[in-house]
């Protein structure tokens, strides 16, 4: 007789174009604690239909990839399934200008493809939680490096004083439980102005909500939030 299944952890699907990286991420990743990886995908389209099929908690997405790119294989996941997986944007960096795109379009945050292995694993266990993924240094240069958005990008008077603060807080990287600590208030009373932000922005996810405040120039690159 045979017990129920071993709990998978968090289920992974890994979207590169480059097999030599799928390969070497598959078994990186597939030797950390509480991850299995349930399939690989070379490009944007087989990307969207595995996911579809296999229903991971967490795609890894490359952003540079034939047929479909990244942006659009995120943004058609999160807007065709009623409970679509947690997109991480895996990339370069340095040569990838489509990463603020990615996570306009919904993507839960980014890494980077030189970073340890345990750094990555962790990355997709978080954003499974339900949280951001969101490394501030390398997110303000690669904003810095765009031209800020109209003024449209956070609606005028949309926003109280507190919101912005809390804003500013997340743009830094900063946990609900820490901007609690910061503004000496409540985590649920952070969880309550962070669920303003997001439905006054108009924001998929907190990620998304730091890319646009840096877009609008509330949160200046290279300065502190």
Do not use: C, W
């Not at 990286?21 to 990886?37: D, E």
């Not at 340095?94 to 945050?109: C, F, H, Q, R």
């Not at 339900?130 to 765009?146: C, N, T």
């Not at 807080?169 to 600590?181: D, R, V």
């Amino acid at each position: 007789m045979t017990g129920p299944d071993p709990d998978p952890g968090v289920t992974l699907l890994i979207a590169d174009d480059d097999a030599v990286t799928r390969s070497g991420l598959r078994t990186l990743l597939a030797a950390q604690p509480g991850i299995t990886v349930v399939g690989e995908a070379a490009d944007g389209v087989e990307a969207v239909e595995l996911a579809r099929r296999l229903r991971p908690d967490v795609v890894l997405m490359d952003v540079r990839m034939p047929r479909r790119n990244g942006i659009e294989a995120t943004r058609q996941l999160l807007a065709d399934s009623a409970e679509p997986p947690k997109v991480v944007v895996i990339t370069t960096f340095e040569n990838d200008g489509y990463v603020t795109a990615a996570l306009g379009a919904g993507a839960s945050g980014f890494v980077l493809k030189r970073l340890p292995v345990r750094q990555i694993a962790e990355a997709v266990r978080v954003a499974a939680a339900g949280e951001a993924v969101l490394f501030p240094a390398a997110l303000r240069r690669l904003v810095s490096a765009r031209p800020l958005a109209s003024a449209q990008a956070l609606p005028q008077a949309a926003l109280t004083g507190r919101e912005e603060e809390v804003l500013r807080l997340m743009a830094t990287g900063l946990s609900n439980l820490e901007i609690a600590g910061s503004l000496t208030v409540s985590q649920e009373t952070v969880k309550t102005h962070v669920g303003n932000v997001l439905t006054k922005l108009g924001a998929q996810n907190r990620t998304h909500a730091v890319v646009l405040a840096y877009e609008s120039g509330l949160v200046v690159p290279g300065l502190p939030g």
